[in-house]
């Protein structure tokens, strides 16, 4: 019985892949990514040559960011942050709006087996892992007539490997139990599929999908330098970046602090007057080190990122259901702190000049500006150096090097806060500081349920301005609780008869 994911994504994946070919035939500079959703082309084409293997790359990063025949909120992996954060405490919908993403605030999406939120995710990352099989298989084989292809191949296989990687790691922490550090992690994953075919699988186990995962990233270090298109792409400081995510994950710190220290060389901090400025410049951005930028005839309007995360586009979920910090996380950092500055108490935002039909709750945040009122795009973060010296501190301080770790954090915290004068905690406390600077830094970046999970903590959203009638009383739920992992979808479970379901 076929794959529901390879049925229904072949041949998705093959016109992205073969379309791309089509369009860099004719070049410039801005139309990298350019692709025509309505021309197909054969999959042999697609590895005739080094320019259009990397094609197929191009394609998989435009479609990171760029939905597929699916729902308005599925955008791609902007639309899953979304989803990550929205099960969180952090990110605060204060009202319905036009209901896009209030079934995930409320924890409906992952207990729905038939849900189209519960499917999305698992179809999304293994479409991208298809293509990445694909371009580990027949890359070896492409003409390599001169260095020049020789370099793009080589390039092209290694950012195949790395996209395994991270789609791997998304999926496994979705629809899997949380890796325990220590233990043999028997739980069961995600099926780890490496050859672009329609065989059944069983599920892997958690240990084994965190394997396989190291060895992509290694796989992807072998091939990958610090040489890249554009910050769209792969290089080896983002794979080592990936690493560190993983490793902390993990539980082996000493490889996460490592990996994060070398990830981050070359990418120095954002000052106050950058970060006030929209989060919406991803190459020109020093500490941006990989993320999204949407050419502007590439825009899906009403489905971007910006179409639902900025506080400036005129959507209808922007004006009705504007994003908002948690009052208890504001509530922790200083005036000085300016990440503070990106979230207005009154949600005024006088100085955006909202026309008067936005809604105006307190505590909405002005962090991601779109182009403007009628231009939903703005660049979407997938990691910055930010998180790499977070990811460092942390690491070192549960190693039990808490000397270092402060030298690493006060680096990192005195830039967001001029007046910041270091720890004044230690042992746990210092490690919540940690963790708070990382809750605060990339709210609306989708870490948070990830985080949760992975540190074994409840949700707990009491005492904060979440609004009772959007998160419909889902204020707490124990860590123990089942709905940590999202249901594997009924459609997959229908084509695939080896594969076994979460505990409803």
């Not at 963790?435 to 948070?448: P, Q, T």
Request: glycine share 6%; with cysteine; aromatic share 10%.
């Amino acid at each position: 019985m076929k794959n529901i994911i390879k049925r229904q994504y072949k041949k998705i994946v093959i016109l992205s892949s073969a379309l791309l070919v089509l369009s860099l035939s004719s070049s410039c500079s801005s139309d990298y990514l350019e692709t025509d959703p309505t021309t197909a082309a054969s999959e042999e084409a697609a590895y005739s040559s080094a320019s259009n293997l990397m094609a197929i790359i191009n394609g998989m990063h435009r479609n990171m960011y760029y939905r597929q025949n699916n729902s308005q909120g599925q955008n791609g992996q902007g639309g899953i942050m979304i989803m990550m954060d929205a099960l969180g405490e952090d990110l605060v919908f204060p009202s319905t709006g036009n209901g896009w993403y209030i079934s995930t605030v409320r924890w409906l999406d992952q207990v729905n087996e038939n849900g189209s939120n519960d499917f999305y995710p698992f179809q999304f990352y293994y479409a991208l892992i298809r293509n990445a099989n694909l371009v580990i298989a027949n890359g070896p084989t492409v003409p390599t007539p001169n260095a020049t292809d020789a370099a793009t191949v080589k390039q092209a296989i290694g950012e195949a490997y790395a996209f395994r990687a991270f789609s791997y790691y998304m999926l496994v922490q979705i629809y899997g139990k949380r890796y325990v550090p220590g233990a043999t992690n028997s739980q069961l994953g995600v099926p780890i599929r490496l050859i672009a075919d329609e065989t059944p699988m069983a599920r892997n186990t958690v240990e084994e999908v965190y394997t396989q995962i190291n060895s992509d990233i290694d796989e992807a270090l072998s091939r990958l330098s610090s040489s890249r298109p554009t910050k769209s792409h792969f290089n080896d400081k983002v794979v080592l970046g990936l690493r560190a995510r993983v490793a902390l994950t993990q539980g082996n710190y000493a490889l996460a602090a490592s990996s994060a220290q070398q990830a981050r060389a070359g990418f120095a901090l954002m000052n106050n007057a950058t970060y006030t400025s929209g989060f919406n410049n991803l190459e020109g951005n020093g500490e941006w080190m990989w993320g999204a930028t949407i050419i502007a005839d590439q825009t899906d309007y009403f489905g971007n990122f910006g179409a639902y995360m900025s506080r400036n586009y005129n959507s209808t979920n922007i004006r009705q259901a504007p994003k908002a910090m948690n009052s208890k996380l504001y509530g922790l950092f200083p005036d000085t702190d300016v990440r503070k500055k990106l979230v207005d108490q009154t949600g005024l935002h006088t100085a955006l000049a909202l026309p008067s039909n936005y809604s105006k709750f307190p505590y909405t945040s002005q962090k991601f500006l779109s182009v403007s009122f009628s231009d939903s795009r703005l660049d979407v973060p997938y990691m910055r150096a930010a998180e790499m010296f977070l990811i460092e501190a942390e690491a070192k301080a549960r190693l039990g090097d808490e000397a270092g770790s402060k030298l690493v954090f006060f680096d990192f915290a005195k830039n967001r806060n001029p007046d910041y004068v270091g720890p004044t905690t230690t042992g746990a406390a210092y490690i919540t500081e940690i963790l708070n600077s990382r809750r605060i830094e990339f709210w609306g970046e989708g870490f948070r349920f990830l985080d949760l999970k992975r540190l074994n903590m409840g949700l707990d959203r009491t005492g904060a301005n979440h609004s009772s009638v959007v998160v419909n009383n889902v204020l707490t739920v124990s860590s123990t609780d089942k709905r940590w992992e999202y249901l594997i979808p009924r459609a997959e479970i229908n084509a695939n008869p080896l594969i076994v379901q979460n505990p409803l």
